[in-house]
């Protein structure tokens, strides 16, 4: 990474929000007493995110209900983030993204 500019690195990365975020998954309790937890599950909607962040800060973002698609992934990236793009050496011109299955399909790997 230490070959690129900071002014040419983009992120893209995708979060959930639903009613079970705000449970603690870990609890503290006395040496030798079980931690009880009680949380109520409620079947609801959620909502996906994903953006773009830049040096400048987030350069494009989207929200969606329920969750990214191959497809509605790669029109955020065609629509959103591609025209904001340009070719290498450029600003904006290395794109880094995580290992979600979406990201390999051959629909985004034409477009980017």
């Known amino acids: 990474m230490s070959q690129y500019s900071p002014k040419e690195i983009g992120f893209i990365d995708e979060t959930l929000k639903d ?9 503290c ?7 009880h937890k009680r949380g109520v599950f409620v079947w609801g909607h959620h909502l996906s995110a994903v953006g773009l962040l830049t040096l400048d800060g987030m350069a494009a973002c989207n929200i969606i209900k329920g969750s990214f698609t ?19 050496p450029g600003l904006l ?20």
């Open 70 to 88: 191959t497809a509605k992934f790669a029109h955020f990236l065609e629509h959103d983030v591609l025209p904001l793009c340009s070719p290498y």
């Open 29 to 35: 309790s006395a040496k030798g007493v079980h931690v």
């Open 19 to 27: 009613e079970r975020t705000m449970f603690r998954w870990n609890g």
């Open 93 to 112: 011109s290395v794109l880094v993204m995580d290992n979600a299955c979406i990201h390999h399909h051959e629909e985004v790997e034409e477009l980017v």
